[in-house]
């Protein structure tokens, strides 16, 4: 038996958060050159175009030493436009670049490994997203499946660039 002295019994209340859809969606195409060589490509706004999903990069900041520091982006999918952010997650020169991607709807991380092969380097690209509202929770399926079903053609013809 539990006694509650001094105090005016309530019973506690219960609220169910829904847990956040989310997908994670990563491929793998070898590119002819050195892994410095595709690092430095990386540094071009315009290459993320190609690969990580966005279909237009915008208003992209550079410092003084020409490293890629973000920039404002466009992504089509289920024929609805996404405006968004990429802000610097990890750089790790020669092997690694990461961003934090933010939209209205999704937001989640982008990132390029590398890594040498015998034929030249490794190209690993990485998508993480996760739903940021309602809306975009009931459409997030669609939304993912679109993003994640070019990713494999983008990562090739990127690789397929150096070659």
Sequence with gaps: MIRIVGAKATSPRIRYVAPVPRDEFSHTSTAAARPDEVFAVLDEPKTWEEIGGVDRVTDPVVDDEGRLQGFAFEVRAAGKAYMGFATPLQRIEGELMAWNVDTTEIRGTTSVALRPADSGTDVTVTLEVESKGLLSAMF????????GSG??????????RFG
């Excluded at 997030?140 to 993003?147: C, G, K, L, N, T």
Aim: no cysteine; net charge negative.
């Design 140 to 147: 997030f399926p669609v939304i993912a499946s679109v993003i």
């Design 151 to 160: 990713l494999p053609r983008s990562v090739d013809e990127f690789a397929a």
